[in-house]
Antibody, heavy 120, light 107 residues
Framework: EVQLLESGGGLVQPGGSLRLSCEAS????????MNWVRQAPGKGLEWVST???????YYADSVKGRFTISRDNSKNTLFLQMNSPRADDTAIYYCAKTDNYYGSGALDYWGQGTLVTVSS | DIQMTQSPSSLSASVGDRVTIACRAS??????LGWYQQKPGEAPKRLVYGATSLQSGVPSRFSGSGSGTEFTLTISSLQPEDFATYYC?????????FGQGTKVDIK
């Protein structure tokens, strides 16, 4: 059974930093591209970033240059380093698996999410 | 960027009703579209992939159709557990884009 468990959310000040983690199990982690998707309170879903199995990275314009996606295949863990967060980055952040290695596929399984609140 | 326009934004329906949700892409995306269901306080769950293929374990009352720019999610006979918000997502190009969601509630 595929399981994705996010952690690392919490309260962060504008301009600070935060690192989110997503621990994966139930599949061969290194064989799949992985994603972050967020949902602001009461709003819809917004794609944030994708990391392909080969290392290719993609970012939404809203986070480019501030957020960095990475992975540690030895620990089956995906990360999102959030630098210089802004109030409009406040959201639940979901980790989601892609159904192929390269990142060209669809999102199939999602974690339960971790809440990030950016406020002073 | 590809814009995904979903309609309606909300609808009220009764148990047993047939429900149709539409999603239009601003340019052709082939069949690179998925449908997701999200209940309050829960993570999204994939229902349909490749525009028309049903995710394993999803009831057969759900179906997807379309290709190119016009897509539809149909629930043939709405059940109490189907009251939720539904999203389409295109994975043809980056950035990935979602429709704005359709909230299905009880009439």
């Amino acid at each position: 059974e595929v399981q994705l468990l996010e952690s690392g959310g919490g309260l962060v000040q504008p301009g600070g930093s935060l690192r989110l983690s997503c621990e994966a199990s139930g599949f061969t982690f290194s064989n799949y591209a992985m994603n972050w998707v967020r949902q602001a309170p009461g709003k819809g879903l917004e794609w944030v970033s994708t990391l392909g199995g080969s290392g290719s990275t993609y970012y939404a314009d809203s986070v480019k240059g501030r957020f960095t996606i990475s992975r540690d295949n030895s620990k089956n863990t995906l990360f999102l380093q959030m630098n210089s967060p802004r109030a409009d980055d406040t959201a639940i952040y979901y980790c989601a698996k892609t159904d192929n290695y390269y990142g060209s596929g669809a999102l199939d399984y999602w974690g339960q999410g971790t809440l990030v609140t950016v406020s002073s | 960027d590809i814009q995904m326009t979903q309609s309606p934004s909300s609808l009220s329906a009764s148990v047993g009703d047939r429900v149709t949700i539409a999603c239009r892409a601003s340019q052709g995306i082939g069949n690179n579209l998925g449908w997701y269901q999200q209940k309050p306080g829960e993570a999204p769950k994939r229902l349909v992939y490749g525009a028309t293929s049903l995710q394993s374990g999803v009831p057969s009352r759900f179906s997807g159709s379309g290709s190119g720019t016009e897509f539809t999610l149909t629930i043939s006979s709405l059940q109490p557990e189907d009251f939720a918000t539904y999203y389409c997502l295109q994975h043809n190009t980056y950035p990935r884009t979602f429709g704005q969601g359709t909230k299905v509630d009880i009439k």
